[in-house]
């Protein structure tokens, strides 16, 4: 038997706000694009639509990737991790990923551990 759409959300386990962390990432190369947080709501919109729709905390309102900057998500998988915390959200993305216009919202600030090779295993 097939599972619908309301028996996949309620397998998410949501944060104490009513959030879960989307990873998306380009389904072709396995590019990380960016992060965006869902609620019940828009983990609907995308898996029904076809179109990646996010929960803006800041504005505390919906947004479907690209209806304002024609950088759309096309919805070509999505995968629960193993604690059911956190979405992969696999895209065809159209255009820019990050509002700033950059391809990818990870290209900017580079984090690298500063444990040299030599020390790593210790």
Known sequence: ?????????????????GLVAAI?????????????WMDAEALRRTLTEGRATYWSRSRREYWRKGDTSGNTQLVRGARLDCDG????????????????????????DDLAPVVSATTEGA
Do not use: N, S, Y
Request: hydrophobic share 40%; aromatic share 6%; net charge negative.
């Open 24 to 36: 998306v990432q380009q389904w072709d190369t396995g590019e990380v694009l960016m992060l965006g």
């Open 85 to 108: 915390d956190a979405i992969l959200l696999r895209v065809e993305q159209v255009g820019p990923a990050c509002h700033t216009g950059t391809r990818t919202c990870f290209d900017t």
């Open 1 to 17: 038997m097939t599972e619908t759409v309301e028996e996949r959300v309620a397998r998410v386990a949501f944060d104490e706000k």
